[in-house]
């Protein structure tokens, strides 16, 4: 073959790799061009919203409680946290609406008051979850978990507290409405009271009314004129003014369902303080967090969660200024109703859709 010719396929081949090189580099620069324009999606930010209820925020209440599990969850996942305070029930639903608004991920609402208002929220953000404390839905929704306590295990273990330290073996209990939720409390502590002390006599009275201040006093006079030097109050204020009347007359008493010596006797600076053994105490707290948290995990369901022993939901307050008077024995003996309850050895047989006793 001529060398000219050779030459001439030479070069050829030269323009063709300089254009295949020309191409190569255009395509992997627009490659490189697309894929800097479209980041990976960052996730959204967490948002944990609550809104409590009308009345104080402090000295153990409900909304204390509420607050400091959802403030400690949102601290332990790294998620931002805010809550909303309302004053009186008109507040809620705007309070609620308003994280909803705000792209808050997860919203609680700290009692029943506000169970309706969330039912409204919640059909209109379906992509939000929201957890309404001292509250189960029927039917339920399907972004929506109430959260419920056994009330009648708190309550056994305040009553066999009461059959182990009675002196007179009658202890009283002065009881708000004749409902579930009340009935698990009279009903468990009754129970708590026998299976400690057979011989114990417990005398129970529904007032009929969560707000009867004088029917709360008025029963609890007249359990302590039929020898109860114990008085167990459950129920708004009935309830309350059965224990403030014992207290300060110098009868032992015990609350329900938050800490009485934090709420109703003021932190020990109102009178009668030192009268009081316990609370059959709903652990608001450790519910919250938990609510919160299975929401975090995706695994968030709705429905009814229920906080018992075996998942420390409930329990009893501290003894405050009487603990030096709970014999180390009677401390031990609760401590083993309290795990027997935990891990189902130990059975209140109380319904827990009605509260009566099984």
């Known amino acids: 073959m001529p060398t000219r010719i050779i030459q001439q396929l030479a070069e050829g081949k030269k323009q063709k790799m300089r254009c295949m090189l020309r191409f190569l580099l255009l395509a992997s620069f627009f490659l490189s061009a697309c894929l800097s324009v479209s980041p990976a999606p960052q996730p ?33 996942n790294g998620a931002e946290f805010a ?27 700290a009692g029943p008051l506000g169970a309706d208002a969330t039912a409204l929220v919640a059909a209109g953000n379906p992509s939000l979850t929201f957890s309404v404390v001292n509250y189960s839905f029927d039917p339920a929704i399907p972004n929506v978990q109430g959260l419920i306590f056994r009330e009648d295990q708190s309550a056994y273990l305040a009553g066999a507290l009461a059959g182990m330290f009675s002196r007179s073996k009658i202890v009283g209990v002065v ?17 708590g009271v026998n299976a400690v002390c057979p011989a114990c006599a417990a005398i129970g009275v529904y007032v009929n009314s969560a707000s009867d201040r004088a029917g709360g006093t008025m029963a609890a006079k007249r359990q302590i004129a039929a020898g109860a030097d ?28 938050t800490d009485a010596y934090l709420t109703t006797f003021a932190g020990g600076s109102a009178p009668g303080a030192d009268r009081v053994l316990t609370s059959a105490i709903n652990r608001a707290d450790v519910a919250v967090r938990a609510s919160i948290e299975a929401r975090l995990r995706g695994s968030f369901d709705s429905g009814t969660f229920v906080s018992d022993a075996s998942n420390g939901g409930i329990g009893l307050a501290p003894f405050h200024a009487l603990e030096a008077s709970i014999p180390a024995a009677t401390v031990a003996r609760l401590a083993g109703i309290a795990a027997g309850l935990a891990h189902g050895s130990i059975d209140t047989h109380i319904d827990q859709a009605t509260g009566a006793v099984k």
């Open 44 to 76: 959204a930010p967490i948002k944990i919203g609550l809104v409590v209820m009308p009345g104080p925020i402090s000295d153990g209440t409900l909304n204390q409680l509420a607050i400091s599990g959802a403030r400690s969850a949102a601290e332990a």
């Open 83 to 109: 809550f909303r305070e309302t004053s009186s029930p008109r507040d809620i639903e705007p309070a609620i609406e308003s994280l909803a608004t705000e792209g808050f991920t997860h919203i609680v609402v």
């Open 175 to 191: 009881a708000g409405r004749d409902v579930p939720r009340v009935r698990k409390y009279r009903n468990g502590f009754e129970r």
């Open 230 to 257: 114990i008085i167990f109050g459950v129920d708004g204020e009935t309830g309350e003014a059965a224990i403030v009347l014992a207290a300060r007359q110098g009868f032992y008493v015990i609350g329900a369902e």
